[in-house]
């Protein structure tokens, strides 16, 4: 009997996030209630139908593959690097590119959960913009968008404030690192 890991309705949560879709109109557009979508994204794996949450999947472009079960290995992971995309993350650096102010996600592993080792957000696996694997780096390799959006700024010396935010979180990461629990299984 296959389950469903609540990683990958995580992952479905998310995917939602970045397509700007409610719980309502998912719900709407495959057939089911709202309530059991939400029901689903909070990890109640058996909210849903394995044929709707396949519905689900392909409406919001995630691959449905046989290997998100809650017994498969965990070497058997979704495509795409999981990253936090909060920006105000201390996982998330910012640095100044062409004058722009992007962020580079740090890569995060999986193994232990979903969510952000550093502030609890759910990770996200994929580009908020056109839905790609998310790969190494701080933009999209298919449509070029940031993984994590910078915060507007305007009358501010970009260089000086990303300076100041990496001096900040050089201090930041060095105290979570001394209190954070051994990761690994
Ligand atoms: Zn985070
Ligand atoms: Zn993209």
Redesign the pocket.
């Known amino acids: 009997m296959d389950t469903i890991s609540t990683a990958f309705c995580q992952q479905l949560r998310v995917a939602r996030r970045a397509k700007g879709l409610t719980q309502a109109e998912l719900a709407q557009r495959v057939g089911c209630q709202q309530s059991a979508v939400s029901m689903m994204e909070a990890g109640r794996t058996t909210a849903l139908a394995h044929e709707t949450l396949a519905r689900i999947a392909a409406e919001l472009g995630v691959t449905w593959a046989a290997t998100e079960h809650a017994a498969a290995p965990a070497a058997a992971r979704p495509a795409g690097q999981a990253h936090c995309p909060d920006p105000e993350c201390p996982s998330n650096v910012p640095f100044v590119v062409n004058g722009a102010l992007v962020f580079w996600p740090r890569p995060q592993s999986t193994s232990v959960g979903s969510h952000c080792a550093w502030c609890g957000e759910v990770l996200a696996r ?7 694997p998310a790969s190494a780096g701080a ?7 940031p993984y994590v959006p910078g915060p507007a700024m305007r009358d501010t010396d970009v260089e000086t404030w990303a300076a100041g935010r990496r001096r900040q979180l050089a201090d930041l990461r060095a105290l979570l690192v001394e209190t954070a629990p051994a990761t690994g299984a």
């Open positions: 994929i580009c908020p913009a056109c839905g790609m933009c999209c390799r298919a449509c070029g968008a």
